[in-house]
Each structure stands twice: as structure tokens, then as C-alpha cells.
T-cell receptor
């Protein structure tokens, strides 16, 4: 089944404790992206990647890191999480030359 | 950068009635306007999209209209059904810049049986 998977789905952590949210897609898509969803703000792009080893900042990159060492994986790293990063996070992918983005199921992160 | 505003934030309709969600965008260069539907506990899913060279597009019970001059576009759902209950997001994109969608704030639609 073609899909985007994220792990973990739920995470409660404390301020300053490094964490990684994994994202993997099995559709051989070139483009991958991370969004955060907050009430009333819709989805805001954090980082995106056009292909392996090619990443760029989105609209709200502060406090986040990403890497794209393999085509299928695009992990999101929070080196020192803070409470304002409490949010619902989505990973998405799309094939080069196409427009539809396929979203993962989301990761709900709470930072206390 | 692009800014997309979406109204209303919540919409309650009776089953069988129509629902309309409106969005405005700020960047006149944007040329691609998708709509995503997010069901509870799931990620958003594309339901319909329109490019700037088209004024209207329809797919069964859903339709999207675009007014480039006024920089606004709308989603129309006719004969609403309970399974249409979800959060809907509009978005705008400049295709030449890659898949960089700017989303509206979302509309929670509740279809009452």
C-alpha cells in the first residue's frame, strides 16, 4: 500500500530533551516536506526537500533540523524542544512534476 | 510571501444543504489552488484543485471557482452528507517555486443528519 508513515504518533517530552520524528514514504517520491498544524493557523511548512541531500527552509524553520540521506526517509529533529513547539506535525511527499501531496497520519507532540 | 485567509472557521449545515468555503490570497503570482480534506485523526487529503487558467472545476458534488482579479477562490459542496464532516483547507502555490503550499487556517464543517 502506498503510504507515508510517521513515528511516533504521540509524544510527550520535556523542554530541552532532543527528539526525532521519523517520516518514511514507499512511493519513490522526490519531494518531501514537514508541516506543523496549529488551531486557526492551518498548516505551516517547516522544511522541505526536493531530493536526496537537498533541503531548504520553509516558513517556520526556527528550532528544527532535517536531513535527507535516503530518498524514502526525511526525519525531523528538535535539538532542544520548547513548549511553543507543542503542535501536530505532518510529513508529506509528492512525485517530481506532480502537484498532489500525500500526507502522513500526523504526530502529536507535547513539550512540557 | 503569500498569505491565504479562509472563512468561515466553522460551518454547520443540514444534511442535503450546500456548503461554501471562501479563501483569499495575497500574491497575484500564485497559480495553483488545491483543497484538502482532513478527517479526524488523519492527514489532509487532496479533494480538488484548480489552476489559474481555469475559472471553475467540478467533480461530482464538489466544485471550485476562482476569481483571479479579486484573488479569491471558493469550494462548493452540494447535497452534503454526514461523511463530508471534516476540516477543509484551501492553499495557494506558485508552481514555478516548487511544491510550496501556503495554507489557509481551515474550516471545520459539520453536517447534521
Amino acid at each position: 500500500e502506498a503510504q507515508v508513515t510517521q513515528n511516533p504518533r504521540y509524544l510527550i517530552t520535556v523542554t530541552g530533551k532532543k527528539l526525532t520524528v521519523t517520516c518514511s514514504q514507499n512511493m519513490n517520491h522526490e519531494y518531501m516536506s514537514w508541516y506543523r498544524q496549529d488551531p486557526g493557523l492551518g498548516l505551516r511548512q517547516i522544511y522541505y526537500s526536493m531530493n536526496v541531500e537537498v533541503t531548504d527552509k520553509g516558513d517556520v524553520p526556527e528550532g528544527y533540523k532535517v536531513s535527507r540521506k535516503e530518498k524514502r526517509n526525511f526525519p525531523l529533529i528538535l535539538e532542544s524542544p520548547s513548549p511553543n513547539q507543542t503542535s501536530l506535525y505532518f510529513c508529506a511527499s509528492s512525485a517530481s512534476g506532480t502537484l498532489e501531496q500525500y500526507f502522513g497520519p500526523g504526530t502529536r507532540l507535547t513539550v512540557t | 510571501g503569500e498569505n491565504v485567509e479562509q472563512h468561515p472557521s466553522t460551518l454547520s449545515v443540514q444534511e442535503g444543504d450546500s456548503a461554501v468555503i471562501k479563501c483569499t490570497y495575497s500574491d497575484s503570482a500564485s497559480n495553483y489552488f488545491p483543497w484538502y480534506k482532513q478527517e479526524l485523526g488523519k492527514g489532509p487529503q487532496l479533494i480538488i484543485d484548480i489552476r489559474s487558467n481555469v475559472g471553475e472545476k467540478k467533480d461530482q458534488r464538489i466544485a471550485v471557482t476562482l476569481n483571479k482579479t479579486a484573488k479569491h477562490f471558493s469550494l462548493h459542496i452540494t447535497e452534503t452528507q454526514p461523511e463530508d464532516s471534516a476540516v477543509y483547507f484551501c492553499a495557494a502555490d506558485l508552481l514555478a517555486a516548487g511544491n510550496k503550499l501556503t495554507f489557509g487556517g481551515g474550516t471545520r464543517v459539520l453536517v447534521k443528519p
